[in-house]
């Protein structure tokens, strides 16, 4: 079985500064996504990033990056030139492809404030 | 186009009762997932759908929790007899195929609390 740590419960930031969140996963696949969602107050998941495992090249969105080590089973998201609006709480996520079905195990989730 | 939107978006009900969630997809997209998320389990998943068929049904928690999507399109969740630690916010997300293929889209939620 599949799963996904996420290690911080907790994380603040001032408006402008850089912030890594940290994600761990476990898995024996070798076929697999990962993903970041952010869920603000309006408790509406949305996609942040994506990374197919086989890619080695990290996922980049704008002010939004990955570290992918898929050695080490790790998966951070960077956000930088942080906004008010990231204000929200993240959710790492793992897709194992060969499962067929497209379903989502999510980590625990990381609340992140940004401070003006 | 319209995202995915699912009602009522609070539901307070007594224990013991059924009630029943909808979520409407995203116009033209086959699959459809139920998740929920509750503040000692996190987020879990529940129920895969791909047109109006369940493939993976191995999320449900018990027999008290069934589901159903009619024309390929709405879904109902139901859970019956409910119990306090039903009490969490029940999310519907929708792809235009299985979700390795596409971009699952979430609608806002259902929080029901269970007395």
């Known amino acids: 079985a599949q799963t996904v740590t996420q290690s911080q419960p907790e994380m603040s930031v001032q408006e402008a500064e850089t912030v890594t969140l940290s994600c761990t996963y476990d898995?024996?696949?070798?076929?697999?996504?990962l993903f970041w969602y952010k869920q603000p107050p309006s408790r509406q998941m949305i996609l942040v990033i994506r990374q197919e495992a086989y890619k080695q090249q990290n996922a980049t969105e704008n002010r939004f990056s990955v570290n992918f080590q898929k050695a080490a089973k790790s998966f951070s998201l960077k956000i930088s030139d942080s906004q008010l609006g990231d204000t929200a709480m993240y959710f790492c996520?793992?897709?194992?492809?060969?499962?067929?079905?497209?379903?989502?195990?999510f980590g625990q989730g990381t609340t992140l404030q940004v401070k003006p | 186009g319209a995202g995915v939107s699912q009602s009522p978006s609070n539901k307070v009900t007594e224990k013991g009762k059924d009630v029943e969630l909808r979520c409407d997809p995203i116009?033209?997209?086959?699959?459809l997932y139920w998740y929920r998320q509750s503040l000692g389990q996190g987020l879990e998943f529940l129920i895969y759908f791909q047109g109006n068929s369940a493939p993976d049904k191995s999320g449900l928690p018990s027999d008290r929790f069934s589901a159903e999507r009619t024309g390929g399109s709405v879904s109902t969740l139901t859970i019956q007899r409910t119990q306090q630690e039903d009490s969490a916010v029940y999310l519907c997300?929708?792809?235009?195929?299985?979700?390795?293929?596409?971009?699952?889209?979430f609608g806002p939620g259902t929080r029901l609390t269970v007395l």
């Open positions: 116009s033209g997209h086959t699959a």
């Open positions: 997300a929708s792809a235009r195929d299985r979700a390795f293929l596409d971009t699952q889209y």
């Open positions: 898995t024996s696949e070798n076929n697999y996504y």
């Open positions: 996520a793992f897709m194992n492809v060969s499962g067929n079905t497209g379903k989502l195990i």
